[in-house]
């Protein structure tokens, strides 16, 4: 081969080698401290447009079980609120029937009863009236309630005769409580629970995919930073030799 002082081709190509050694180090030590396949839309243009329109949608469904989440925890409160009337109605029926005991209670016995039912049914009113959730009503038919329960009304236990006819009103406001719980349940279970369940998945697959499109494989890009960082130390070895080119000319002057 010829020897020039010139212009050094063997030289510039190694200088090519080296430049592209390092610019590659630099981008698998990128990705390997990001995580990330796509740093920027030079990457891999149409991969990152694909993966921010997967993450907008993940986003979305994000947000959206959030809501149902919250919705279910409303009715989750609401169901509970009618589980602790269901119970108040039980104890008032058991006094009913102990009230109803004709010429089996005193004078005292039968205002005792008379006296814990009107508790009952005052307690029982006010959670029907006055029960909320986040502001609003949940049980008293008014708009964006749940259900609408009606409050107990004739219920008297003054009397064995009054007591038994207070029994039939505190059965229908038990049917009425069983029916709402029902429909509290039924909405939670097969609208929002299997709703949220399902958004879960897709949120689930479409991380999936996005991840696929911009994460990165660990052990390959590692092995690719291995493989750049010895193609440098290559190009870097060989350029210290190829300075003895120039040094080779010198000689023949001497």
Do not use: W
């Not at 009952?120 to 009503?137: D, L, P, Q, W």
């Amino acid at each position: 081969m010829g020897l020039r002082i010139a212009t050094n081709v063997s030289n510039t190509g190694v200088l090519y080698q080296l430049a592209a050694g390092f610019n590659a180090m630099t981008k698998h030590a990128l990705r390997l401290s990001s995580g990330l396949r796509i740093n920027s839309a030079a990457d891999d243009p149409a991969g990152l447009v694909i993966s921010e329109q997967l993450r907008c949608q993940i986003r979305s469904l994000g947000q959206e079980i959030d809501n149902l989440s919250a919705n279910i925890n409303r009715y989750r409160t609401v169901s509970s609120s009618v589980g602790q009337l269901r119970s108040q109605l039980t104890e008032l029926r058991r006094l009913a029937i102990g009230a109803a005991n004709e010429g089996g209670n005193s004078e005292a016995a039968q205002a005792a009863y008379d006296t814990a039912a009107r508790d009952i049914v005052a307690s029982f009113n006010a959670t029907v009236k006055n029960a909320e959730y986040n502001g609003a009503k949940t049980l008293d038919g008014s708009e964006g309630s749940l259900v609408s329960i009606s409050e107990l009304t004739g219920i008297d236990l003054s009397t064995s005769e009054a007591a038994e006819a207070s029994i039939g009103a505190i059965d229908e406001a038990i049917s009425e409580l069983d029916s709402a719980q029902i429909e509290l349940g039924s909405t939670q279970k097969n609208e929002l629970e299997s709703r949220k369940a399902s958004l879960e998945v897709t949120r689930q697959n479409l991380t999936a995919a996005e991840s696929q499109i911009r994460d990165i494989d660990f052990a390959q890009e590692y092995s690719g930073f291995i493989s750049s960082v010895i193609r440098t130390q290559t190009a870097m070895a060989m350029l210290a030799h190829h300075s003895l080119t120039g040094a080779s000319v010198l000689k023949l002057f001497q």
